[in-house]
């Protein structure tokens, strides 16, 4: 499985996004895709996950209300929308596939898109 992530850039504070990650390969193989950031100087944080089938989303609690993971499954490509940007979503934007919804063990990552949020 190769993933392809993207949509990040520079934004101002109070802004949304939406990141991107494409899937491609062994695409049935995929259980759930999940996404993590990392900030400068921290370690990756675990944000929240959705069923390849896209019937259940699972959030992080700190991540409940700005952050929305959706699916199309025409395109194999998995969402995370983010509204109402800080400074402090200022991250490395990684996705990753999983067995289950906690995304204890990443199988694939992708490349990660970086977001910078300019107060």
């Known amino acids: 499985v190769q993933l392809q992530a993207s949509g990040g850039g520079l934004v101002q504070t109070g802004d949304s996004l939406r990141l991107s990650c494409a899937a491609s390969?062994?695409?049935?193989?995929?259980?759930?895709m999940g996404w993590f950031r990392q900030a400068p100087g921290k370690g990756r944080e675990f944000l929240g996950t959705?069923?390849?089938?896209?019937?259940?989303?699972y959030y992080a609690d700190s991540m409940k209300g700005r952050f929305t993971i959706s699916r199309d499954t025409a395109k194999n490509t998995v969402y995370l929308q983010i509204n109402s940007l800080k400074p402090e979503d200022t991250a490395v934007y990684y996705c990753?596939?999983?067995?289950?919804?906690?995304?204890?063990?990443?199988?694939?990552w992708g490349q990660g898109t970086l977001v910078t949020v300019s107060s």
């Open positions: 390969g062994r695409t049935s193989s995929i259980y759930y």
């Open positions: 959705i069923s390849w089938n896209g019937r259940s989303t």
């Open positions: 990753g596939t999983c067995w289950e919804h906690l995304c204890s063990n990443v199988l694939y």
